[in-house]
């Protein structure tokens, strides 16, 4: 299993939006193992392709304690189906934007349709963390990231912080 290279910003990919997925078919469960495995490594508890470079609308996620089984979860061409008017701030951070956390106010509710790993369509609703995460994600695929609904200083020291630690590294 190949761990794949996460984008960081201001990487021009992270802004691309991605395009759906027709099938799900062993070739997108192979990309699918490889984004869970680079997250796992990471750590991180969500990832869409387009942070390994791939446009496609797929996401996975597991928010499974440490202390827990790993829940490993999949979502392909996911749709908000609904959102709550009552929204939730939480302290997000992403993959892409090391090291940064900041507080973004997002629906606390939401209604998802999405196509799982065997490429069923699902229904479901998410609050707590899982809403938080899917909408973070389904963000990604449209090639917003968290620090775009920071102010734009905020949004600015961010990504110059994380030029600075890359040329560190
Ligand atoms: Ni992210």
Redesign the pocket.
Same mark, same amino acid.
């Given at each position: 299993m190949a761990l794949r290279e996460i984008l960081v910003v201001p990487h021009p990919v992270l802004k691309q939006v991605s395009q759906p997925v027709a099938v799900v078919d062993d070739e997108l469960r192979t990309l699918m193992d490889e984004m869970l495995e680079t997250m796992y490594e990471a750590p991180g508890i969500?990832?869409?392709a387009i942070?390994v470079g791939v446009p496609k609308r797929v996401i996975v996620m597991d928010l499974a304690r440490q202390d827990e089984e790993p829940q490993p979860r999949f979502f392909v061409n996911p749709e908000i189906l609904w959102a709550s008017e009552e929204t939730a701030p939480y302290e997000e951070g992403? *993959?892409?934007?090391p090291d940064i956390y900041d507080e973004v106010e997002r629906p606390a509710k939401v209604k998802l349709r999405y196509l799982n790993y065997q490429g069923e369509q699902i229904e479901e609703d998410a609050e707590g963390l899982f809403a938080v995460c899917i909408q973070?994600?389904m963000d990604?695929l449209e090639g917003v *990231?968290?620090i775009d609904h920071l102010s734009r200083l905020k949004r600015e020291q961010a990504i110059k912080k994380v030029k600075k630690q890359v040329k560190a590294a």
């Open positions: 969500g990832l869409a942070q992403c *993959l892409s934007v973070h994600e990604h *990231l968290f």
